[in-house]
């Protein structure tokens, strides 16, 4: 079975300051690897997505996210948040073999605080 | 616009009641999906359906059922035999196949005293 899971629940931060949230997952095969935001009272959205090829991927709103493979993770940076940054953000994966199932981590709430 | 609809955002029932939640898309997905979101867990899938009249059980199927009829609808049923029904409910789409991301929509939140 495939698992995540964020270290962070909460992080409090003031604006342009760096920010990163560590993923790890459990699954032993071939992976997709997503992060999504939701912001207040908003959808949950696609921040980014790995799928193959260069592990450093880059997403909206100047977030990227790094794929090491030999440490099962998936951080994701953004070099200097705003306030606009605050939101929950969630990491999920999906197992080549678990058909089109997402597993998402617990979430983590960051507060950016202007 | 294309996107996903969830009726109604917000949701109140008495324990021991049935309560459908609805999820409509205009997105021409194939696959779609309920999950449960609580503080701190994260999202859990509920069931998911990858094409009309088809539907399995996710991780926490028990006291939950759906059904899909149509493409664009995935109502899912709440059922009195669900132990701790109070959440927050969202529905998402997808393409089929493995290349193709989940788009989500705005969710229900459902209370049940």
């Known amino acids: 079975a495939q698992s995540v899971s964020q270290h962070n629940h909460h992080v409090i931060l003031s604006e342009a300051a760096s920010l990163e949230l560590g993923c790890n997952y459990s699954?032993?095969?071939?992976?997709?690897l997503f992060w999504y935001v939701q912001y207040p009272g908003q959808h949950l959205q696609l921040l980014l997505k790995y799928f193959s090829g260069d592990p450093l991927v880059k997403g909206i709103k100047g977030f990227e996210a790094e794929f090491i493979k030999s440490k099962f993770s998936f951080n994701l940076r953004k070099p200097s948040v705003q306030w606009s940054d605050t939101a929950e953000y969630f990491c999920a994966v999906r197992g080549r073999a678990a058909g089109n199932k997402l597993t998402f981590g617990g979430g983590t709430r960051v507060l950016v605080k202007p | 616009d294309g996107g996903i609809t969830q009726s109604p955002k917000y949701l109140f029932r008495k324990e021991g009641q049935n309560v459908t939640l609805s999820c409509e898309q205009n997105l021409n997905h194939d696959a779609m999906y309920w999950y449960r979101q609580d503080p701190g867990q994260g999202l859990r899938l509920i069931y998911y359906?990858?094409?009309?009249?088809?539907?399995q059980k996710g991780d926490i199927a028990e006291g939950y059922s759906v059904s899909r009829e149509k493409k664009e609808s995935f109502p899912l049923t709440v059922t009195s035999a669900q132990k701790n029904p109070t959440a927050f409910y969202l529905c998402?789409?997808?393409?089929?196949?493995?290349?193709?991301?989940?788009?989500f929509g705005p969710g229900t939140r459902l209370t049940v005293t």
């Open positions: 998402a789409s997808s393409r089929p196949g493995q290349n193709y991301e989940q788009y």
């Open positions: 359906s990858q094409i009309v009249n088809d539907f």
């Open positions: 699954y032993g095969g071939t992976v997709n």
